[in-house]
């Protein structure tokens, strides 16, 4: 049974930073594909982001294309979320994923746990 804590979400203002962290436990991250997902108010919870088990290749939703950055560190069983330009719709829950399967899932139906997400605020 893997656990994934995410942490680093908080209230920013439009154009800024954060970076999202997500530690895992309870079984080697290696063996994952890691995914990052988020919910907006009344909305599906959308794919954001995946990094394969190896740190390459990565796939990015079209919407934060060019602003997020997914990477993992494997020998501290931890990913990261770097998002940049931040924009008042990019507030949201953001969670934390692993996955089993192969490839860059992005169908969250695919993902075996989730962690319990990070509330990001961006302010106009």
């Known amino acids: 049974q893997v656990q994934l804590v995410e942490s680093g979400g908080g209230l920013v203002q439009a154009g800024g930073s954060l970076r999202l962290s997500c530690a895992a436990s309870?079984?080697?991250?290696?063996?994952?594909?890691m995914g990052w997902f988020r919910q907006a108010p009344g909305k599906e919870r959308e794919f954001v982001a995946v990094?394969?088990?190896?740190?390459?290749?990565?796939l990015y939703a079209d919407s934060v294309k060019g602003r997020f950055t997914i990477s993992r560190d494997n020998a501290k069983n931890t990913v990261f979320l770097q998002m940049n330009s931040l924009k008042p719709e990019d507030t949201a829950v953001y969670y934390c994923?692993?996955?089993?399967?192969?490839?860059?899932?992005?169908?969250?139906?695919?993902?075996?746990?989730w962690g319990q997400g990070t509330q990001v605020t961006v302010s106009s």
């Open positions: 990094v394969s088990r190896y740190s390459y290749p990565t």
């Open positions: 309870g079984g080697t991250s290696s063996t994952y594909g």
């Open positions: 994923a692993a996955t089993r399967t192969w490839g860059l899932p992005t169908i969250r139906a695919e993902y075996d746990y």
